[in-house]
Nanobody
Framework: QIQLVESGGGLVQAGESLRLSCTASGVTFSRCAVGWFRQAPGKEREFVSSIDWSGGRDYYADAVKGRFTISRDNVKNTLYLQMNRLKPEDTGVYYC?????????????????WGQGTQVTVSS
């Protein structure tokens, strides 16, 4: 059974940084694409970033490109999202996700497993 547990959210001021982590259970993490989505209050859930199983290719939403960096550690079964120069519009619940397909790419990315989410709040 796949379980994804996020951590690292919090309240920061605009311009500051946060690093989200996601620890995955199960034996397939290292062989699957993973990524992050977010949902702002009153808005639909949206794609943030994804990375293929090897960590060799990553993708970003235009809104975060150049500020966020996704990475993974397949030995530790952990996914990261480094968020720099945060803006108030980055506020939301951030979800860690994993694809079911083995050895798949990360674009397009349609995950099958979701974590419970971690709250990120950026004040102006």
């Amino acid at each position: 059974q796949i379980q994804l547990v996020e951590s690292g959210g919090g309240l920061v001021q605009a311009g500051e940084s946060l690093r989200l982590s996601c620890t995955a259970s199960g034996v397939t993490f290292s062989r699957c694409a993973v990524g992050w989505f977010r949902q702002a209050p009153g808005k639909e859930r949206e794609f943030v970033s994804s990375i293929d199983w090897s960590g060799g290719r990553d993708y970003y939403a235009d809104a975060v490109k150049g500020r966020f960096t996704i990475s993974r550690d397949n030995v530790k079964n952990t996914l990261y999202l480094q968020m720099n120069r945060l803006k108030p519009e980055d506020t939301g619940v951030y979800y860690c996700t994993q694809d079911r397909k083995l050895w798949g790419g990360a674009n397009p990315y349609t995950p099958n497993y979701w974590g419970q989410g971690t709250q990120v709040t950026v004040s102006s």
